[in-house]
Nanobody
Framework: QVRLVASGGDSVQAGGSLRLSCAASGFPSRNYCMAWFRQTPGNSREGVAGIGTDGSTTYVDSVKGRFTISRDNAQNTLYLQMNSLKQEDTAVYYC????????????????????WGQGTQVTVSS
């Protein structure tokens, strides 16, 4: 059974850093593409960063140069390092996964992922 558990959300001041983690179980994460999404009240879920089975990464423009997605296949864990946080980064962050053969070229499309973790809240204050 595929399970994703996100953690690491917190309240920080603008300019600060956080690292989100997503512990995967029930499947070998190295064979899955994975991604981070975020959602604010009243808005649709937005793709933030994605990583393919080959380690290739993609980011939404608003976080390029500030966020880094990575994975530790030995630990079956996905990470999102978030630096220089801004108030507009405030959201509930979700991790997602999909098996390699089903991975879309667009890793920021929520429709491409069938497995989701629960959210973790990130709040950035001025």
């Amino acid at each position: 059974q595929v399970r994703l558990v996100a953690s690491g959300g917190d309240s920080v001041q603008a300019g600060g850093s956080l690292r989100l983690s997503c512990a995967a179980s029930g499947f070998p994460s190295r064979n899955y593409c994975m991604a981070w999404f975020r959602q604010t009240p009243g808005n649709s879920r937005e793709g933030v960063a994605g990583i393919g089975t080959d380690g290739s990464t993609t980011y939404v423009d608003s976080v390029k140069g500030r966020f880094t997605i990575s994975r530790d296949n030995a630990q079956n864990t996905l990470y999102l390092q978030m630096n220089s946080l801004k108030q507009e980064d405030t959201a509930v962050y979700y991790c997602a996964a999909e098996s390699g053969e089903r991975c879309s070229r667009n890793l920021l499309d929520k429709r491409a992922f069938g497995y989701w973790g629960q959210g973790t809240q990130v709040t950035v204050s001025s």
